[in-house]
């Protein structure tokens, strides 16, 4: 273990300084210069002192960052990441069997809470999985104009902003052309690590930037060895996939953040194989679906059975609305073209969280009644 005793106080005076300062590169080019000189175990202090400094100044992921610069120089080390867990660790332990329902509930709490020392899926690990992934993770530094991902890449690794600001755009298939920006603490390209498929969006540093990389493949070894982590994982993406929903969506702009909030919780993450028929024509529909990964197509079904499709349904676009709002069947078949993961709201909580909120039955009513109006157009063009 390599020594941190008082002969290395100047680098712990100079790891508070460069901690008040909150600049990552900075501290890590000094340190490394240390290195490059022979000085490790002067090094090993100064990454030491960074991450408790940041640690105790509610600064989690540059925290991680000097820990990982620690265990790179001295692999033995344990103590910096077991103080930096007691922080921020959620749980002391693993759940105890039979306590499955209650660790859902606090999944589903954290993200609301307006703590400014929680970091997503970091917060809401036990002791053991906090360290794991701590040493999972990758430092990964750009610069300006480096893509840290591309819209319609492979997608393989989720990434956690440490320090500087990106912008997310999104190009193709006639996306809007900007999004975001990404700044410090932000999290992305989580939906990676739950399904394979393109990335959605190209994110660009405007700055020097430093992030925290999870592969999928270091995800789904860790998830083995601690199956929390997986599931903290999908409903960080599914909390996050259904606000988004809700905030942009204009059968949900009517309710109250609280309603929202409430609502949230009702979405489930579901995945189903290619040629699953999610929406059968003539039937009442059982649910309202946003498509996150894949392409289904809907289709208008004549009495002699034959199909006409519409339009193909791509990732961000949402079904099934219409025969809620209405309360009427089903226009139109909508069938998996390859595997999908969707986010799944049944009819029962949206008819109790939305249709039967005081005003919303007519505003729901006018809102399908223009969208029939726009497939009947489509049906008549055709």
């Known amino acids: 273990m390599i020594d941190s005793s008082d002969k290395h106080l100047p680098q712990r005076e100079l790891a508070?300084?460069?901690?008040?300062?909150?600049?990552?590169?900075?501290?890590?080019?000094?340190?490394?210069?240390?290195?490059?000189?022979?000085?490790?175990?002067?090094?090993?202090?100064?990454?030491?002192?960074?991450?408790?400094?940041?640690?105790?100044?509610?600064?989690?992921?540059?925290?991680?960052?000097?820990?990982?610069?620690?265990?790179r120089v001295d692999p033995q080390h344990t103590r910096t990441q077991a103080f930096i867990a007691n922080l921020y660790a959620r749980y002391s332990s693993p759940p105890l069997e039979g306590t499955g329902d209650s660790v859902s509930a606090e999944l589903e709490l954290l993200p609301d809470r307006e703590d400014p020392v929680a970091v997503p899926i970091f917060s809401m690990l036990y002791r053991d999985a906090f360290v794991a992934l701590l040493e999972a993770v990758e430092i990964r530094q750009y610069g300006i104009g480096q893509p840290m991902m591309r819209e319609g890449d492979p997608g393989a690794s989720m990434f956690f902003m440490v320090e500087g600001r990106a912008d997310v755009m999104r190009l193709l298939e006639g996306r809007g052309p900007q999004e975001g920006p990404v700044v410090d603490g932000w999290v992305f390209g989580e939906?990676?690590?739950?399904?394979?498929?393109?990335?959605?969006?190209?994110?660009?540093?405007?700055?020097?930037?430093?992030?925290?990389?999870?592969?999928?493949?270091?995800?789904?070894?860790?998830?083995?060895?601690?199956?929390?982590?997986?599931?903290?994982?999908?409903?960080?993406?599914?909390?996050?996939?259904?606000?988004?929903?809700?905030?942009?969506?204009?059968?949900?702009?009517?309710?109250?953040?609280?309603?929202?909030?409430?609502?949230?919780?009702?979405?489930?993450?579901?995945?189903?194989?290619?040629?699953?028929?999610?929406?059968?024509?003539?039937?009442?529909?059982?649910?309202?679906?946003?498509?996150?990964?894949?392409?289904?197509?809907?289709?208008?079904?004549?009495?002699?059975?034959?199909?006409?499709?519409?339009?193909?349904?791509?990732?961000?676009?949402?079904?099934?609305?219409?025969?809620?709002?209405?309360?009427?069947?089903?226009?139109?078949?909508v069938r998996a073209d390859v595997p999908c993961v969707l986010l799944r709201l049944d009819r029962s909580a949206f008819e109790r969280h939305i249709y039967n909120q005081p005003g919303m039955r007519d505003a729901l009513m006018q809102i399908g009644a223009e969208r029939l109006q726009r497939t009947a157009r489509l049906l008549a063009d055709r």
């Open 191 to 333: 939906m990676a690590l739950i399904t394979e498929g393109p990335r959605f969006a190209t994110v660009m540093p405007s700055v020097s930037s430093v992030v925290l990389e999870l592969t999928r493949a270091r995800f789904a070894e860790l998830s083995k060895r601690h199956p929390l982590v997986e599931r903290v994982v999908q409903a960080f993406c599914r909390k996050r996939a259904a606000d988004n929903l809700l905030r942009t969506h204009p059968i949900f702009s009517p309710l109250r953040f609280e309603q929202r909030r409430l609502l949230a919780r009702e979405f489930e993450l579901q995945r189903v194989a290619a040629g699953t028929t999610l929406l059968t024509s003539g039937a009442m529909g059982d649910a309202l679906y946003l498509l996150l990964r894949g392409r289904c197509t809907p289709y208008h079904v004549h009495p002699d059975g034959r199909e006409s499709p519409y339009p193909v349904l791509r990732e961000g676009d949402v079904f099934g609305e219409i025969s809620l709002m209405l309360d009427k069947p089903v226009t139109a078949m």
């Open 16 to 71: 508070g300084q460069l901690a008040a300062r909150g600049r990552v590169d900075l501290a890590l080019a000094e340190f490394r210069q240390l290195e490059v000189q022979g000085k490790t175990e002067a090094a090993a202090a100064g990454y030491e002192a960074l991450a408790r400094a940041w640690a105790q100044g509610s600064q989690l992921l540059r925290a991680i960052v000097a820990c990982k610069e620690l265990l």
